[in-house]
């Protein structure tokens, strides 16, 4: 039981590795979109947002994740592109 316990220890102290890691790396995209966003001439960011959104919207249908996680990615983009982190 001891070692049971051990191990399930193990695998959650990796997991949460592995989401300190992917929280990481969202963060490093977040800045990466805002810096270029910021360095684009006000109508090519507008054409690059709506490419995008337009995009999302099209691949919304084969997006093979519950409708829920679908929707908070659009908002999370939307959020991204319309409102970027200062």
Known sequence: M??????????????EEESK???VQVEALEIVVT???????????QALITDIESALD??????EVPAHDAELLHQYIKKLLRHPRN
């Open 58 to 63: 099209e691949a919304k249908p084969e997006l």
């Open 2 to 15: 001891k070692n049971l316990i051990a191990e399930l220890l193990v695998k959650l102290a990796e997991k």
């Open 21 to 23: 890691e992917l929280v």
């Open 35 to 45: 810096a270029l966003l910021r360095h684009m001439r006000q109508p090519e960011q």
